[in-house]
């Protein structure tokens, strides 16, 4: 259930309000986030100076008077400092392409103008369900949020039940939905392709062969995510344009006291208000399986949702490849910043980190597989659009690669490939990443949250990035060794996965290269105030989620440890639970929020 106390209201309606289509042949019309901007200037002074100062440090860097040489040194010294030279350079350069797709989104980030929904149109709203892995409550909650939403032409909600689980048929039946399984179908469960076992995918194309043809548009959230009435009232009406393949909307979590999930939703701030709203611009925003509707002509085009760990992506990316057969143009997309489903976020640092394994390995799949086929069938600004989204994973993983790699080189080895003056160094750093904050910072007015806190600087998110990239670096090392990935099916409700020490193994092997590594550079005299700078900033990387773990772990302790606060003294005697006043607090945390 979506918790109380957060104006969801204002948020499923960002984007402005239902217009009447003009014309006889609509199009779907954006606006410019910038150009709504009374202080643009500032956007457009940061959006230049950041990628400059960015690229002049790389320049200052990578100078050729700044390069070592070792006179008379030997052979595999040298070795090493042109590895050093090489590593700091790529470093460098994919910083300054970060920072420059964070200046081109903002300069291109639009907004629909939504439009009112054609009448008449057939919808199935479609949700899935896992018996024993997704509680039957929380699938009674997305049912109910379905039931009560507005459509103007006939609407089904299905349940799409792996196991076809008579607790579910039960509850389809006591609320009017319609169930639908493909459990014990054997050309619906394969071991790979559309039809893959025990996957999301699978299981909405037995659907689709079963029912696709008696609807025009399917809309779908996770089983976790209760939509709004208005989910189609806002989200249809872009529909009217005949390539607009999905539509699709921001993922919020609901279960927002809890602290990891609060660091969860900050850090896809930059994805879901200004990433995807940049895709607009080429009308290829990003396709996202938490909530959307599709046309199911398009998507039956292409034989189906794309076999893959994340077969949202995938699917979007096949689609913007293709081209509308009735109309011979691309098929599009529309993001639209309305929230219009609340759903739950991984409230465990083991269930976090499983989700960004499983959203990093999708992308590295992409690129492997699908991305070749791009510069021959995709246009040209929407195929640089999808290149900068799809090469953020990938330039995380190998920029924290190079960066312990380069710390270990120089203070086990004294390897050096660069020799600039540290002062310098340091003001031209400094002042480029402050550049980019302050860059960062003035997009959080565009945040689509309801949760997070107007003027909040979304430092946790930030947090949450720099730590998720020895995950990368791991789900990048299977990919490219080719070892199997399988779907998993996030824990929801009280089924969050629990955190123990091995959670954090690959952070606590890393903190101890870069501590140990650190200790021999004392021994052996290599002192360099930016390697060691960027060694101790790595560590505290590394240590930093061990660290909210343990903190985390000694307040609830402590907390257990205190006696009840609605506990009194009856007659002298051993305290006695006053449960009347016991209700009060939990009912404030539950609903209140920050």
């Known amino acids: 259930m979506r918790p109380e106390g957060y104006d969801y209201d204002t948020h499923s309606r960002l984007a402005g309000p239902l217009t009447e289509p003009v014309g006889p042949s609509y199009r779907v019309q954006y606006t410019s986030l910038l150009s709504r901007e009374p202080h643009r200037i500032r956007a457009i002074v940061l959006m230049t100076l950041a990628p400059l100062l960015t690229g002049a440090l790389l320049a200052y860097l990578l100078w050729p008077n700044h390069w070592v040489e070792r006179e008379g040194g030997d052979q595999w010294l040298v070795g090493l400092d042109i590895t050093m030279l090489v590593a700091i350079g790529l470093i460098e350069l994919f910083m300054v392409v970060n920072v420059v797709s964070v200046a081109h989104a903002t300069l291109m980030a639009r907004d629909p103008v939504p439009v009112t929904p054609e009448p008449g149109t057939r919808v199935a709203f479609l949700t899935t369900y ?91 959230v996770d089983t976790d995510h209760v939509p709004l009435p208005n989910f189609l009232e806002r989200m249809m009406g872009y529909f009217r344009d005949p390539d607009v393949a999905f539509v699709v909307g921001p993922q919020v979590y609901g279960n927002y006291h809890n602290p990891v999930t609060k660091a969860a939703e900050s850090q896809q701030f930059l994805f879901h208000a200004l990433i995807q709203r940049a895709g607009n611009r080429y009308r290829a925003p990003m396709f996202v399986g938490t909530n959307n509707v599709v046309r199911i002509a398009a998507v039956q085009q292409i034989g189906g949702l794309y076999d893959s760990i994340t077969e949202d992506m995938a699917t979007g990316f096949e689609l913007h490849r293709r081209r509308n057969p009735q109309t011979r143009r691309h098929w599009r997309s ?27 390995r999708g992308t590295y799949e992409t690129l492997l597989k699908q991305y070749w086929k791009a510069p021959f069938t995709m246009p040209p600004g929407r195929l640089f659009s999808y290149s900068l989204m799809l090469f953020y994973y990938p330039m995380t993983a190998v ?87 399988r779907f998993v099916v996030t824990p929801k ?20 290269l870069l501590a140990t590594s650190l200790a021999a550079s004392v021994v052996l005299d290599h002192t360099h105030v930016a390697m060691r700078t960027w060694a101790v900033l790595a560590m505290v990387i590394s240590l930093a989620p061990v660290a909210v773990w343990a903190v985390t772990l000694l307040k609830e302790r402590r907390a257990r440890q205190q006696p009840h606060p609605a506990a009194r003294p009856v007659d002298g005697t051993e305290p006695a639970l006053a449960t009347s006043g016991a209700t009060a607090p939990v009912s404030s945390t539950t609903t209140g929020g920050n």
């Not at 409700?493 to 903190?511: E, K, M």
């Open 334 to 360: 529309v993001y639209t910043p309305d929230v219009l489903a609340v759903g739950e976020g991984p409230a465990s640092w083991t269930d976090f980190f499983t989700q960004q394994m499983r959203w990093s």
């Open 399 to 485: 920029n924290w690669f190079l960066g312990i790699l380069s710390c270990f080189l120089f203070l086990w080895f004294g390897a050096s490939g660069t020799q600039v003056t540290a002062s310098v160094w340091l003001m031209l750093y400094s002042d480029a990443a402050a550049l980019q904050i302050c860059l960062y910072l003035w997009n959080r007015r565009h945040n689509v949250s309801p949760h997070e806190p107007e003027g909040s600087g979304g430092l946790a998110g930030m947090a949450m990035s720099a730590l998720s990239a020895p995950i990368y670096l791991k789900s990048f090392t299977e990919a490219l060794v080719r070892r199997p990935s």
């Open 493 to 512: 409700g009280g089924g969050t996965s629990p955190d123990r020490l091995l959670t954090f193994r690959i952070h606590l092997c890393w903190a101890a």
């Open 130 to 220: 896992v018996p024993g892995k997704e509680p039957l409550d929380m699938v009674r909650a997305t049912l109910e949020g379905a039931t009560r939403i507005h459509h103007t032409g006939p609407l089904d909600v299905w349940l799409l039940d792996e196991g076809d689980d008579e607790q579910a048929k039960a509850l389809c039946q006591e609320l009017g939905v319609r169930h639908f399984t493909r459990h014990g179908v054997p050309e619906w469960n394969r071991p790979k392709g559309v039809h893959k076992a025990r996957t999301k995918h699978g299981n909405y194309n037995a659907w689709i062969a079963m029912h696709g043809d008696d609807y025009d548009f399917f809309a779908s």
